[in-house]
């Protein structure tokens, strides 16, 4: 089994930042993607941003200039870190690993529980 835990989700000021943490365990041979997802009150959920093993990424135009992911491929660890925070980023954010290989037969896709943002003065 797979688990995705979370952190680094809370409180922020409009103009504020923080970095957000998605680490993957159990028994992984390999991930493709892994990536943020983000849901907001009465809103479906959203892409926030993704990162394929090889580096290539994929932002929401919301987000662009503004947050950045990184990935440590060796700890299968992925990060958000999220600057010029405004109101509208409010939500709960949820990390995705997809496309992981736990044996040679058996590729899934994963969440984690997610984590509140709250930006507000």
């Known amino acids: 089994q797979v688990q995705l835990v979370e952190s680094g989700g809370g409180l922020v000021q409009p103009g504020g930042s923080l970095r957000l943490s998605c680490a993957a365990s159990?028994?992984?041979?390999?991930?493709?993607?892994m990536g943020w997802y983000r849901q907001a009150p009465g809103k479906q959920r959203e892409l926030v941003v993704a990162?394929?093993?090889?580096?290539?990424?994929n932002y929401a135009d919301s987000v662009k200039g503004r947050f950045t992911i990184s990935r440590d491929n060796a700890k299968n660890t992925v990060y958000l870190q999220m600057n010029s925070l405004k109101p509208e980023d409010k939500a709960v954010y949820y990390c995705?690993?997809?496309?992981?290989?736990?044996?040679?037969?058996?590729?899934?896709?994963?969440w984690g529980q997610g984590t509140q943002v709250t930006v507000s003065s």
């Open positions: 159990g028994n992984i041979f390999s991930i493709y993607a």
């Open positions: 995705n690993a997809d496309k992981v290989r736990t044996s040679a037969w058996n590729i899934d896709n994963y």
């Open positions: 990162i394929t093993s090889g580096g290539s990424t």
